[in-house]
């Protein structure tokens, strides 16, 4: 849902060159299956999309990541969660520009779908680098609502992009680059797992080159 949203918004206004993941493209062990890919998105930035099916399809996570990188503007981490009948939607936007952002434009999702239920994960290191712009819902008879919601958030995190001033994309992604490295050391969700299952080193490479292009 948030991938194909995604791309077929991106696709309208750019190239989109998907790069090779080699034996990162799948990652398959015990009752948890990942699925990975990415894009070049031709003069804007990096777009990572991850599928996660676990416990034999009871648990099913789908996160992507819109890293810009030509311009100003911090990044998206977005998920989609259904485990059993709960569903719930995190877009998320982390501190990576290069400066002060006027993200008042997100204020009217958080109108909009107030009667949505909010998500409120335990506390995790990054909780300080999430910006007034995240908004993150569940419910578990609202599919459609929080689908539409995530559609919403998208469609304004592209007009702040087209909005946002051009940038160096080396500067850039050493902004971004500060947010990824302490993923990689502290971990999150996704990363978790992943290091179980692939462990350290290779984690480090599928964040660093495919999920944020920091190096």
Same mark, same amino acid.
């Given at each position: 849902?948030?991938?194909?949203?995604?791309?077929?918004?991106?696709?309208?206004?750019?190239?989109?060159?998907?790069?090779?993941?080699?034996?990162?493209?799948?990652?398959?062990?015990?009752?948890?299956?990942?699925?990975?890919?990415?894009?070049?998105?031709?003069?804007?930035?990096?777009?990572?999309?991850?599928?996660?099916?676990?416990?034999?399809?009871?648990?099913?996570? #789908?996160?992507?990541?819109?890293? =810009?990188?030509?311009? @100003?503007?911090?990044? !998206? +981490? &977005?998920?989609?969660?259904?485990? %059993?009948?709960?569903?719930?939607?995190?877009?998320?936007?982390?501190?990576?520009?290069?400066?002060?952002?006027?993200?008042?434009?997100?204020?009217?999702?958080?109108?909009?779908?107030?009667?949505? #239920?909010?998500?409120?994960?335990? =506390?995790?290191?990054? @909780?300080?680098?999430? !910006? +007034? &712009?995240?908004?993150?819902?569940? %419910?578990?008879?609202?599919?459609?609502?929080?689908?539409?919601?995530?559609?919403?958030?998208?469609?304004?995190?592209?007009?702040?992009?087209?909005?946002?001033?051009?940038?160096?994309?080396?500067?850039?992604?050493?902004?971004?680059?500060?947010?990824?490295?302490?993923?990689?050391?502290?971990?999150?969700?996704?990363?978790?797992?992943?290091?179980?299952?692939?462990?350290?080193?290779?984690?480090?490479?599928?964040?660093?080159?495919?999920?944020?292009?920091?190096?």
């Amino acid at each position: 849902m948030l991938r194909d949203y995604l791309m077929d918004a991106l696709q309208k206004e750019y190239r989109l060159q998907k790069r090779d993941l080699g034996s990162y493209a799948t990652i398959n062990r015990f009752v948890v299956k990942f699925e990975n890919e990415a894009w070049a998105v031709e003069g804007a930035g990096n777009l990572f999309a991850m599928k996660m099916t676990g416990f034999f399809g009871l648990i099913k996570m #789908e996160t992507v990541v819109f890293s =810009p990188e030509n311009r @100003d503007l911090s990044f !998206l +981490s &977005s998920d989609a969660i259904h485990a %059993g009948e709960t569903n719930t939607v995190i877009m998320e936007m982390d501190r990576s520009a290069l400066h002060e952002e006027d993200l008042s434009a997100f204020d009217v999702l958080k109108d909009r779908y107030a009667h949505l #239920e909010d998500y409120k994960a335990a =506390p995790r290191w990054y @909780d300080s680098w999430h !910006l +007034s &712009s995240t908004i993150c819902k569940m %419910g578990k008879k609202q599919t459609a609502e929080l689908e539409q919601f995530a559609r919403d958030y998208i469609d304004i995190y592209l007009q702040e992009l087209r909005k946002a001033p051009e940038c160096d994309p080396l500067e850039k992604r050493a902004a971004t680059a500060e947010y990824a490295q302490r993923l990689i050391r502290e971990g999150g969700a996704a990363v978790d797992s992943m290091k179980k299952m692939i462990g350290d080193a290779r984690t480090e490479k599928l964040v660093a080159e495919y999920m944020f292009h920091i190096r």
